[in-house]
């Protein structure tokens, strides 16, 4: 009787000693393998072991005392950043997009005219814009850039066949997650432009910033340095975007090419 009775309390004892063990085991964290793709998710989160990278990027540019300003302000700061020039903005400001190739930013297309109604007419009109702009920079710099920003951004414009010609025609597309509105206003007061333009950039590891840098955007330049210094205290390291850039473009929700109405 008490050795069936040491057996039962030998067999209870196993039983709960094989569960604790499942328990622990089912708690682990399970290790899991991040896979990158071409373009990198406009929302994406950050990670605690991946290096968080900013790109500041100005649309609309060259002009002439805020474009200079601006990269005053950068040069400053030793920090390099990206312009998307519209081609026929060039023509006598040819000396600040030499500034720019020389100071190591990059330089990107953002069309030749910037009228929309001209621009998104047809795809085929969309591409012109860009080869003759990337002409444009050609000519100045003797560099032919592929890296494109559509004006307002792709939404409603991008399609897959569409994204299919461009990446034909060797351009890689480039919006934003992040902006500090200076487009839609730019008589924003500087304190504003900062905190939109850091308002939510502790859910990202990767920002593409859009800012302006045209006659208008006075108060941009009120507020970049801020904004970098914000950036760099929350650890992100400034780069430049190139060929070699994972893209970033809005979601496709068209299957054709939409037409500016």
Not at 165 to 188: A, C, M, T, V
Not at 241 to 254: A, C, G, H, Q, V
């Amino acid at each position: 009787m008490k050795n069936k009775l040491k057996f039962c309390l030998f067999f209870a004892s196993m039983l709960f000693v094989i569960f604790l063990f499942k328990e622990n085991i089912s708690s682990m964290p399970v290790a899991s393998n991040v896979t990158t793709t071409k373009n990198f998710n406009i929302n994406e989160e950050v990670i605690s072991d991946r290096k968080k990278v900013i790109y500041l990027t100005f649309d609309d540019g060259p002009s002439g005392k805020v474009t200079n300003r601006v990269l005053d302000t950068l040069k400053e700061n030793d920090i390099k950043a990206t312009f998307f020039l519209i081609g026929n903005q060039i023509k006598g400001r040819e000396d600040v997009v030499k500034r720019m190739y020389d100071e190591g930013h990059s330089i990107g297309l953002h069309t030749y005219t910037h009228k929309f109604k001209n621009i998104y007419s047809s795809e085929d009109k969309f591409v012109k814009e860009m080869i003759d702009c990337r002409n444009e920079i050609n000519e100045v710099v003797g560099i032919s850039p592929n890296i494109i920003r559509f004006p307002g951004g792709s939404r409603k414009h991008l399609s897959n066949n569409f994204l299919n010609k461009l990446h034909d025609n060797n351009f890689k597309i480039y919006d934003w997650n992040l902006e500090n509105s200076d487009g839609l206003n730019p008589k924003i007061p500087p304190d504003k432009l900062y905190r939109k333009a850091t308002k939510g950039s502790e859910k990202l590891s990767r920002v593409i910033l859009l800012m302006h840098c045209t006659a208008m955007h006075k108060n941009t330049c009120e507020a970049l340095p801020e904004i970098i210094k914000y950036y760099k205290l929350q650890g992100y390291e400034f780069k430049t975007i190139t060929e070699d850039t994972p893209e970033l473009y809005f979601p496709i929700t068209r299957k054709t090419f939409n037409f500016f109405e």
